[in-house]
C-alpha cells in the first residue's frame, strides 16, 4: 500500500489520463522484473482499495474508479516484453537460444511504450464514454 501511496498522492487532483498513464507505467515496468501474475495478485487488490480515492480524479462514483483502476492494472500486468523473466512465453523464446538478451531488451521497450500510450488511450475512451453508459 506505501508503494501506491507514494506513487500515487501526488497525483491528487491530476488529470485523468496522468493517473492511468503512471499506473499503467509503473505497473508495466514492475511486471517486467516479477512475475506477471503475482504481480496482478498483489496490485490488483490495492488499487481497488485506493480506487474511491480517485473517484473524483476520474469523474465517476468510487466503485466504478475501483472497477476502472482494477481492470486496468489487470490489463497492463499482462504485458512485459523486454526481459525473460516478465512472462513465461519470453523465458521459452529466450531460452531456446535464437534471441540474444539485447535485442529482446530493445524491441520489448519499443513495444512496452506503445502499449502504455495505447492502453492509456482506451482507457480514457472507455471511461469518459462507455463505462458511464453501461455502468450508470
Not at 503512471?22 to 481497488?48: C, D, F, K, Q, R
Not at 475501483?66 to 523473466?85: D, H, K, Q, R
Amino acid at each position: 500500500m506505501w508503494l501506491a501511496e507514494l506513487t500515487l498522492d501526488p497525483l491528487a487532483g491530476a488529470p485523468i489520463v496522468a493517473v492511468l498513464l503512471v499506473v499503467i507505467t509503473m505497473i508495466v515496468v514492475v511486471g517486467e522484473i516479477a512475475s506477471n501474475t503475482a504481480m496482478a495478485a498483489v496490485l490488483v487488490p490495492i488499487l481497488v482499495n485506493i480506487g474511491p480515492a480517485y473517484a473524483a480524479v476520474l469523474g465517476t462514483t468510487g466503485e466504478l474508479a475501483s472497477v476502472l483502476l482494477a481492470v486496468t492494472g489487470a490489463v497492463a500486468a499482462s504485458y512485459g516484453f523486454a526481459l525473460p523473466v516478465a512472462t513465461p512465453p519470453n523465458a521459452i523464446v529466450f531460452g531456446a537460444g535464437y534471441v540474444e538478451r539485447e535485442h529482446m531488451l530493445r524491441a520489448g521497450v519499443v513495444l512496452d511504450a506503445i502499449v502504455i500510450l495505447l492502453t492509456t488511450g482506451v482507457a480514457y475512451v472507455l471511461v469518459r464514454t462507455l463505462w458511464p453508459v453501461v455502468l450508470g
